[in-house]
């Protein structure tokens, strides 16, 4: 079993993904509006959903670091996906994020951005991440701003326009 540690915020859980996620998160990644920013834009069948789920929960054991589910600290409603992402090809550590269409514009995407930076810089020592984020996401834009990213360059990243916000440790002002 790969040891995932669990993050509180105020209002979220951080916690590893599980089975008991698996309906909702199949539903996120079947939703046109949902994928239409996340890798080649298309959304997932079930099948596809299972393996995502399937990768970035091996992501933790060959990283040590990877994505979470996010649940509602008061109900444990599945909210999305946060996290840390650095798989074979990526420019970079990424920090990411995915939530379902309900819970959008509740900043709860900003307040668990906040967490996996703080888990970045503080347990996995990173010296810096980034968000790769496509153009017209002006919401992921706005997060990362939110949490401190400055918008470095634009890069063609798995066939699209994707602008790269860069964030660093607090302290250091790169």
Do not use: C
Not at 133 to 159: K, P
């Amino acid at each position: 079993m790969i040891d995932i540690p669990q993050l509180e915020t105020e209002r979220l859980r951080l916690t590893a993904l599980g089975d008991r996620h698996f309906e909702a998160y199949a539903s996120m990644l079947a939703d046109a509006n949902s994928t239409r920013f996340v890798g080649d834009g298309q959304p997932l069948d079930r099948m596809n959903a299972w393996r995502s789920m399937a990768m970035l929960l091996g992501h933790w054991a060959l990283r040590g670091y990877g994505m979470w589910a996010l649940e509602r600290r008061d109900s444990g409603e599945f909210v999305g996906r946060v996290g840390l992402h650095h798989p074979e090809g990526w420019p970079d550590l990424e920090l990411g994020w995915m939530l379902l269409p309900e819970h959008r514009r509740h900043g709860y995407a900003t307040e668990a951005g906040r967490a996996a930076l703080d888990f970045a810089f503080s347990k996995v020592k990173a010296s810096r991440a980034i968000s790769l984020i496509r153009v017209g996401n002006s919401a992921s834009e706005r997060v990362a701003r939110r949490l401190g990213g400055r918008q470095a360059t634009t890069i063609d990243f798995l066939g699209g326009a994707t602008l790269v916000y860069i964030y660093h440790p607090p302290g250091i002002d790169a």
